[in-house]
């Protein structure tokens, strides 16, 4: 006949062994648990870096943006390409032009000077500020007159918070530039209310930092709220807020309302003219 204290310590030697199988029971799970778990994250980890390699994942602004752009970061699912509503580009290849410093001032301050940027799309002209401007109208001559701006594309289409096609980088990719810098202007003009670039607006693009510009520009084709950091400089005519209606018709590449237009947009031919 088993004793009371026999049966005592049976009960919790059984007791023990439950306790040992239910804590082995959970550690099983848990292992199965974590290894879905790792499973699930080198998936994750995996189809990240093809999204990031693709060109999806995007880091915010470049350019950059920032090359005149606001931190613009929607949502949207790319669209089927619209027709290129413009023309072939002109005969002939982009001069790999660079200076060390900014070139003299040679315009006169207290006339009246225009721009005409003759694209792919149509013909752009453009009032310059040049008593407000002096440095940008001046650089800008220069560069016209040494023809840096003939052949190249206008690299970035803002469709969405801003509205502005940007031109005037030599090798389309939002990065390049004359070589030297220009300082700031005109950042408290009459039209710059409100924190906003009103349509018809030409500014400069710079890196976010102060005297910056180089030779990158922005056509604003509607109201775009963005602070007072980048030079206006110009006024669109209206037959050229036209040609930019029918460049932000056709839309970007990504369809996310920040990308290269799908339009073929290239100046084939950009002159300053004293009048």
């Known amino acids: 006949m088993v004793s009371q204290e026999q049966r005592r310590r049976q009960l919790a030697r059984e007791k023990f062994l439950r306790q040992q199988q239910r804590r082995t029971s959970a550690r099983r799970k848990a292992h199965m648990r974590n290894s879905v778990i790792a499973s699930v994250l080198g998936v994750v980890v995996i189809g990240s870096v093809a999204l990031y390699t693709t060109g999806v994942l995007k880091n915010g602004d470049d350019d950059k943006k920032t090359n005149a752009s606001a931190d613009v970061t929607p949502s949207a699912t790319p669209s089927s390409k619209a027709p290129d509503p413009c023309a ?22 207290s006339a009246k000077y225009t721009m005409k940027l003759a694209t792919t799309c149509g ?81 400069m693009a710079n890196t976010g930092q102060k005297h910056t510009g180089g030779s990158q520009f922005f056509l604003v084709y509607k109201d775009s709220p963005l602070p007072p950091s980048y030079t206006p400089f110009g006024t669109i005519d209206a037959s050229g807020l036209k040609v930019l209606d029918k460049i932000a018709a056709a839309g970007e590449n990504t369809g996310a309302g920040d990308g290269a237009p799908n339009a073929t947009v290239v100046i084939n031919k950009a002159t300053v003219t004293k009048s």
């Open 88 to 109: 072939k580009p002109a005969a002939g290849s982009i001069g790999k032009l660079q200076w060390k410093k900014e070139p003299a001032m040679t315009i006169d301050t």
């Open 123 to 203: 013909d752009i002209g453009i009032a310059l500020k040049t008593s407000a401007a002096p440095h940008t109208v001046n650089s800008f001559d220069f560069l016209a007159g040494k023809g840096f701006f003939d052949h190249t594309k206008c690299h970035r289409l803002t469709t969405n918070g801003i509205y502005v096609l940007q031109c005037g980088d030599p090798t389309g990719q939002g990065s390049g530039g004359p070589g030297y810098t220009i300082p700031d202007e005109n950042l408290k003009d009459a039209s710059l209310k409100g924190n906003k670039y009103p349509a018809g607006t030409v500014a």
